[in-house]
Antibody, heavy 114, light 113 residues
């Protein structure tokens, strides 16, 4: 079955970077975009961008431009999202989702704290 | 950005009764060239990722019970649960995928009365 499995929880200090992985299985990895969405504690969802695993092309939400980098490794059917210059308000659960947003990974909690 | 506004923020419904959640977009999400509304509904239970219920505003995802239905067009949409079951307790979100940044409603908490 189609499955996205994400890397484990992370704790980072302000100013650091975090890289979250998303391992895809059960479908043709290069045939579907991967979206990244985050959910702050007790809050709604914020779309961060997508990556085309076939070409490596990306589309980032403007508010994350310059801080987010989405990449992929087709040999291991894994997508990555790296967020730099972390702030306390980046504390959230980060999700990957196969286009169109079905299914989602289990989520990765990133905590930013000094 | 397109702003998605849901109502109500929370809703308590008796088992077996109908639940209705509304979603309004700040601009139309109807793409005229294919007459499709780029609107989806999700269900999220505590500690779980969202689950896609409805896409194209009214198309039920495979495996979703037929008590869930979506309607509406343009800027006004509705998710209806025809006969509430205990397992439907969750937060429900609408989302537009008409244009980036794709945006979500704030969520509606559905509980049992």
């Amino acid at each position: 079955q189609v499955q996205l499995v994400q890397s484990g929880a992370e704790v980072k200090k302000p100013g650091a970077s975090v890289k979250v992985s998303c391992k895809a299985s059960g479908y043709t990895f290069t045939g579907h975009y991967i979206h990244w969405v985050r959910q702050a504690p007790g809050q709604g969802f914020e779309w961060m961008g997508w990556i085309n695993p076939n070409s490596g092309g990306t589309n980032y939400a403007q508010r994350f431009q310059g801080r987010v980098t989405m990449t992929r490794d087709t040999s291991i059917t894994t997508a990555y999202m790296e967020l730099s210059r972390l702030r306390s308000d980046d504390t959230a659960v980060y999700y990957c989702a196969k286009s169109w947003f079905d299914p989602w990974g289990q989520g990765t909690l990133v905590t930013v704290s000094s | 950005d397109i702003v998605m506004t849901q109502s109500p923020d929370s809703l308590a419904v008796s088992l077996g009764e109908r639940a209705t959640i509304n979603c309004k977009s700040s601009q139309s999400v109807l793409y005229s060239s294919n007459n499709k509304n780029y609107l989806a509904w999700y269900q999220q239970k505590p500690g779980q990722p969202p689950k896609l219920l409805i896409y194209w505003a009214s198309t039920r995802e495979s495996g979703v019970p037929d008590r869930f239905s979506g309607s509406g067009s343009g800027t006004d949409f509705t998710l209806t649960i025809s006969s509430l079951q205990a397992e439907d307790v969750a937060v429900y979100y609408c989302q537009q995928y008409y244009t980036t940044p794709y945006t979500f409603g704030q969520g509606t908490q559905l509980e049992i009365k």
